[in-house]
Every structure is written in structure tokens, then in C-alpha cells.
């Protein structure tokens, strides 16, 4: 396991745009891909993006496609989430999380190392 930090959320206005953070400890790092998954209050945990570890291969949920950009500096041990045009349907808290595997997955589950969150307000 690894250990992931988040940071960047804050209280935004309709439109805006915000970029996430997620720092991790460790020079294997950039071995991990790495998801990005909010939970809105009474919601269930959700996909938004997620990319593999070398940078190549990212997706995204529908709902965020054309908006979110993740990208990756394995120099910095970082992974970013640009955000744009946001919602105020994207309110939530988004996670950070990275996974050994093979691909990078949409799936919670396949993920081992969480961070703690970061809170995103987008005010209509």
C-alpha cells in the first residue's frame, strides 16, 4: 500500500474551476494507477476518473467526460484532476485512491489505498 493525500477542493461558483491533488509518499508511486471517485451526501461512492501508471491510459464517468482532466507527474509523485465547467451537481467529497493492478479500473473495490478527502461545493 501506499499512502495518497488529497488537496485542492474548496467552495466554487457554477462554471468555475477547481484542481484536485493527490500527493502520495513512496518512490514506487509511479507504479500505481490511480482512480478519483466522489460521494455526495446519501449517495453512494462514484466513479469520475482514473488513470494507469504510466500516464498512458485514462477514463472517465460519463458525467464528467469533456470537464475533468487527470494527468499525472510521477517526478512529483502527484496526481492531478483538473475540473472545469463545474456543476453544481459535482458536489461532493472526492477520494483519491491507487491500486497495483494491471489497469486502471473503475471499480472501488479493486483500489487498496484511500485518502481522506477532499471537499468540492460547486454554489449555483
Known amino acids: 500500500q501506499v499512502d495518497v493525500v488529497e488537496s485542492g477542493g474548496g467552495l466554487v461558483q457554477a462554471g468555475g474551476s477547481l484542481r484536485l491533488s493527490c500527493a502520495a509518499s513512496?518512490?514506487?508511486?509511479?507504479?500505481?494507477?490511480v482512480g478519483w471517485f466522489r460521494q455526495a451526501p446519501g449517495k453512494e461512492r462514484e466513479f469520475v476518473a482514473a488513470?494507469?501508471?504510466?500516464?498512458?491510459?485514462?477514463k472517465y464517468a460519463d458525467s464528467v467526460k469533456g470537464r475533468f482532466t487527470i494527468s499525472r507527474d510521477n517526478a512529483k509523485n502527484t496526481v492531478y484532476l483538473q475540473m472545469n465547467s463545474l456543476k453544481p451537481d459535482d458536489t461532493a467529497v472526492y477520494y483519491c485512491?491507487?491500486?497495483?493492478?494491471?489497469?486502471?479500473?473503475?471499480?472501488?473495490?479493486?483500489?487498496?489505498?484511500w485518502g481522506q478527502g477532499t471537499q468540492v461545493t460547486v454554489s449555483s
Open positions: 513512496g518512490r514506487t508511486f509511479r507504479s500505481y494507477n
Open positions: 485512491a491507487a491500486d497495483l493492478g494491471d489497469i486502471a479500473t473503475i471499480r472501488p473495490s479493486t483500489y487498496d489505498s
Open positions: 488513470i494507469n501508471w504510466s500516464g498512458r491510459s485514462t
